[in-house]
């Protein structure tokens, strides 16, 4: 294993306790102070101090198929946090264009955009549908361990990189992610690998990040299990296009809450609602509005309503989130993660309620809308249950 090694950055311009935790990627976990996850071809480990990040590397023993893994770690770290981008002055122009934002930068200091793969962007977010943060990276995890390329083994934990979409393409991922829980999202993910794969150009969804945002966003809706907001995830985290605002209840209620936004009166989000939305903050944010969004996004999370962010800390309580992707990462038993998932199948419909109620990539709070997503999660988790009792079943045997 590597020596600890220093990467310079002020925690001004990155707080990994925060980036990595709010919904932008699903895959770090962190034990102690922390951060690992497997990334392009290496385990990555992660430890803040105010000036500089700390970070040890450690490769296979024997190559592996895995994208940019001939890329070295200090590059890769500048690519993957979107270094380039010097924060700071962000942070100074949007404050000066909006006291709300000013009042929030106080103590959301560090929050930039990643700049992830677009692929394994794409197939985590196809997965964010109707979902919350823990139960994402559980399915992602259980990506990685069934179809993605292992890495290595450290301090007892395996870790798996993401799978390349060939590896999802295959004959049988629909029926196998159904039976891990996945539900209706299984079709989805198999059929958008098909259509990367066999359909589309050799390089298509890397391609977008080159084209304009509009044309990137609606090349984005051909894809399976891709609508609007799910497309404007992707273009912010992965395809460079900084004034893309994913619009969801939680940015609704920012806008009306925070800003009195009334322009378009409507209990369900429309097209017409959701443009004028991202609209009203690209004029009030300007090109980088995506970037300003996500600070006031996270702030607006429960996970960090009293939390103060952008300071190091030595003792950090383990959240809920992160024991389940530990346990899903360690691939120790998928039983245990399956079972967090249908812990309280005993008042199941009242569970799958608060659910949705705090899901952060919920689209719409209409009421017909909230009936559709209670029943499809109702059969998402009635499924899981099937599944652990199913696999239980089998190791009693």
């Keep these: ?14 707080c990994i306790d925060t980036v990595l935790r709010c919904g932008q990627s699903f895959r770090w976990k962190k034990t102690g102070e922390t951060w690992s996850c497997a990334l392009k071809g290496r385990v990555l480990l992660l430890q803040q101090e105010p000036d500089h990040l700390r970070y040890r590397e450690i490769f296979p023993e024997a190559p592996v198929e895995a994208q940019g893994s001939g890329t070295s770690t200090i590059d890769l770290l500048n690519d993957y946090f979107n270094l380039s981008t ?17 009042k929030k930068a106080i103590t959301f200091t560090g929050i930039r955009m990643l700049r992830q793969d677009p692929w394994e962007n794409l197939i985590s ?7 919350n943060i823990s139960r994402i990276g ?5 990506l ?50 098909n259509m990367v794969v066999n359909e589309l150009p050799e390089g298509w969804l890397m391609g977008l990040r080159e084209k304009p945002y509009r044309e990137a966003h609606d ?31 939680h940015v609704m209620q920012i806008a009306t809450r925070d800003y009195k936004f009334n322009k ?13 939305v991202g609209d009203h903050f690209r004029e009030l944010w300007g090109p980088g ?3 300003a969004h996500s600070v006031l996004f996270t702030a607006d999370l429960k996970s960090f309503a009293d939390k103060e962010v952008g300071v190091v800390s030595k003792t950090t309580k383990k959240s809920k989130s992160t024991t389940v992707k530990k346990e899903v990462v360690e691939g120790e038993s998928v039983i245990k993660a399956e079972e967090v998932t249908v812990k309280r199948e005993a008042n199941l419909n009242s569970s799958v309620k608060d659910e949705i109620k705090e899901d952060p990539w919920s689209d719409d709070q209409s009421s017909s809308s909230r009936k559709r997503k209670i029943e499809t999660a109702t059969v998402d988790a009635l499924e899981t249950t099937v599944v652990r009792r199913r696999l239980r079943s089998g190791r009693e045997r």
């Design 86 to 102: 010097d924060l700071k002055s962000l942070y100074k122009q949007w404050s000066d264009r909006d006291p709300h934002f000013s």
């Design 125 to 131: 977010f196809i997965c964010s549908s109707n979902n």
């Design 289 to 291: 509005a995506g970037w």
């Design 219 to 249: 090349a984005l809706l051909q894809l399976s299990g891709v609508g609007p907001k799910v497309a404007d995830c992707i273009c912010l985290m992965s395809l460079d296009k900084t004034e893309a605002v994913p619009v969801d209840t």
């Design 1 to 14: 294993m590597s020596a600890w090694k220093k990467f310079p950055v002020e925690l001004s311009e990155l």
């Design 138 to 142: 559980q399915m992602v995890g259980n």
């Design 264 to 276: 378009i009166k409507s209990k369900s989000m429309t097209k017409a609602l959701y443009d004028a």
């Design 144 to 193: 990685c361990i069934h179809y993605g390329p292992r890495i290595a083994e450290v301090d007892g934990t395996v870790y798996h990189d993401f799978p390349a979409p060939e590896k999802l393409a295959v004959k049988g991922v629909e029926e196998t992610l159904r039976k891990l829980g996945f539900g209706y999202r299984a079709k989805y993910i198999a059929q958008t690998a």
